[in-house]
């Protein structure tokens, strides 16, 4: 009996939890299906209206900004652009550097891993502008280089990354060797099928970081063509009526397709860093 009660206990608890995050969410979208008049006089709506095609048609290619050139189709593919770019680079950056430290066992692996490890108590706000000066220097700025390169390097997805090379038995190296596979070989064919799971995991968690930058392409972007997403809820979209709840509605619709796509290697991935 007190076992059953637990299990309903438990349940209930994470149906409260999924309404948190649901219900305002479904506020939102069906609000933004309203026109203005209607959401003035009598708020958020919970029930969907006749104005959807009319609002996210007006939203996604009604042009703003300072130059009135910018629309929120064109940051979307921005945002989806510099996502995808840090978290494509990040995988392929941590998936070797975790090799070279756990296989290629020299003298300074564990120095060098912690030292980079410790770069997580350097967030980006800190080192902004010495990353901005040298992406300056290199002359990167109002480039999609500018907004994916510096990005594109995570101490903690070479953390998970190396500890789950240090899960693999020596057994499967020692049969690469006898194969006459060599070290390229034995990292192509060997750790990263294994490791496909973990860099789902991985991509998903490092699209969603670069997604949501905002201080950093705000800082890197001076030419409203590389605008992201996330730049235009604070820039343009924030004086419009109902259009900013369709605004946020399309805004989510990336990393969320991202996340369901991925899921079930993404959930797997996170039982391997176990």
């Known amino acids: 009996m007190s076992r059953t009660i637990s299990q309903y206990l438990v349940h209930i608890i994470l149906i409260v939890g999924v309404l948190l995050m649901v219900v305002p969410i479904w506020i939102i979208f069906a609000s933004s299906t309203h026109d203005n008049g209607t959401i003035l006089s009598q708020g958020m709506q919970w029930g969907l209206g006749d104005q959807f ?3 996210y048609d007006r939203v996604l290619n009604q042009k703003g900004g ?5 629309t929120a189709s064109s940051m ?13 680079l990040t995988v392929l950056t941590s998936l070797m550097s975790a090799y070279t430290i756990v296989y290629f066992r020299f003298k300074l692996a564990v120095p060098i891993f912690w030292i980079i490890f410790l770069t997580l108590l350097v967030p980006l706000e800190l080192r902004i502008m010495p990353s901005y000066q040298v992406v300056s220097n290199l002359g990167l700025v109002n480039t999609y280089t500018g907004l994916i390169l510096p990005l594109s390097a995570s101490a903690i997805a070479t953390f998970f990354f190396r500890q789950f090379y240090k899960s693999v038995p020596d057994e499967l190296l020692e049969a690469a060797k006898l194969d006459g596979a060599n ?9 990263v099928p294994l490791s496909k799971t973990m860099i789902a995991a991985m991509f998903i968690f490092m699209f969603v970081y670069g997604y949501n930058q905002y201080l950093w392409p705000l800082i890197m972007t001076t030419d409203e063509k590389y605008w992201t997403v996330v730049m235009g809820m604070k820039t343009i979209f924030m004086s419009w009526g109902v259009e900013r709840f369709s605004y946020i509605i399309l805004s989510m619709i990336p990393p969320v397709l991202v996340v ?3 899921q079930r290697w993404f959930i797997q991935g996170l039982f391997q860093t176990k």
Do not use: H, R, V, Y
């Not at 300072?66 to 910018?70: L, T, W």
């Not at 070290?183 to 750790?191: A, N, R, V």
């Open 66 to 70: 300072f130059s009135q050139e910018i």
């Open 260 to 262: 369901i796509f991925l």
């Open 76 to 88: 979307l593919i921005n945002s989806f652009i510099m996502a995808f770019g840090i978290a494509t």
């Open 183 to 191: 070290s390229w070989k034995f990292f192509i064919d060997f750790l």
């Open 53 to 55: 095609i009319e609002n």
